[in-house]
């Protein structure tokens, strides 16, 4: 099909270049950006693509209502929020743009993981109180650490080729073989386990990693170690988290997401914060960001800029 055919639903705002490129080869574009899903559903069946964020759940039902639909994109990295299984059965093509943020996400990673290592955001807001401390702030030196990785997809390698400049051994864990580069080396889950000084988490989240970092996990590393998470906040049970940093297994954790979001990534659950968000957002050895690590300014525009590559090359032939 010619583009001048296809029509496209955009349910997010994005990067301008997005609709302004896809105008340009020739795509029908319709905005819409306030409707529930409901209504939405009553007119999905008008149009050959969809472009969305996080704003609400793909799901079955939605599906089935899109008798037309030939391809969904988000521009974001991961598709939980879409039923993967059930779109394929329908011969609807997932589009996502993971090389589009994972500069930022290497960049956000090392950046928390640094902050940690030094004390950082500790030293400054005890200087703004009129604290100087030097001894309590002693640091830590990333050189001569092992770093460990699991998920050696887009994010994961961002992260290892940031860590080139660091005379530190980068050893990474993926369930697929091969993927090793310059950069880092793959090994055995076992071997990560006896070696690791900081494991950082570029997962998706899944049925296979839905909770995947509990107290067994965390106790099942030979050494007290550093925790990074800039994937998925469902992917770590959080009071096992707290039991860990408590006990001192976890020497720190740079955590960019949490298990208390919203599905849609933009904000807290409303519900009462639990007592182990409490600690976590008053330990001096935690470092909080709210699921920004793959969000700058440059990532924006190159985030819709995969996609619309992808639109035009499925529709080039």
Known sequence: MKPESIKILLLDSNHPILLEQLQELGFINHEDYTSSKLEIEEIIHDYQGIVIRSRFKIDKSFLDKATNLQFIARVGAGLESIDCDYAISKNIQLIAAPEGNSNAVGEHTLGMLLSLFNKLNTAHNQIIQGNWNRESNRGHELDGKTVGIIGYGNMGKSFAKKLKGFDVTVLYYDILENLGDQNAKQVSFEELQQ????????????????????????????????????????????????????????????????????????????????EDFQYLIHSENVLLSP???????????????????????????
Request: hydrophobic content about 40%.
């Open 195 to 274: 070696k690791a000084d900081v494991l950082s988490l570029h997962i998706p989240w899944n049925t296979s990693t839905d909770k995947m970092v509990n107290q067994e996990f965390i106790n099942s590393f030979a050494k007290s170690f550093w925790f990074m998470n800039t994937s998925r906040g469902k992917n770590v049970v959080t009071s096992d988290l707290v039991e860990a940093l408590k006990s001192g297994k976890i020497l720190g954790a740079g955590l960019d997401v949490l298990e208390y979001e919203k599905s849609s990534f933009e904000k807290l659950s409303t519900q009462e914060m639990p």
């Open 291 to 317: 699921h920004i690590a793959g969000w700058t300014f440059e990532s924006h525009q190159k985030l819709a800029q995969v996609i619309v590559d992808k639109i035009k090359e499925k529709y080039s032939g």
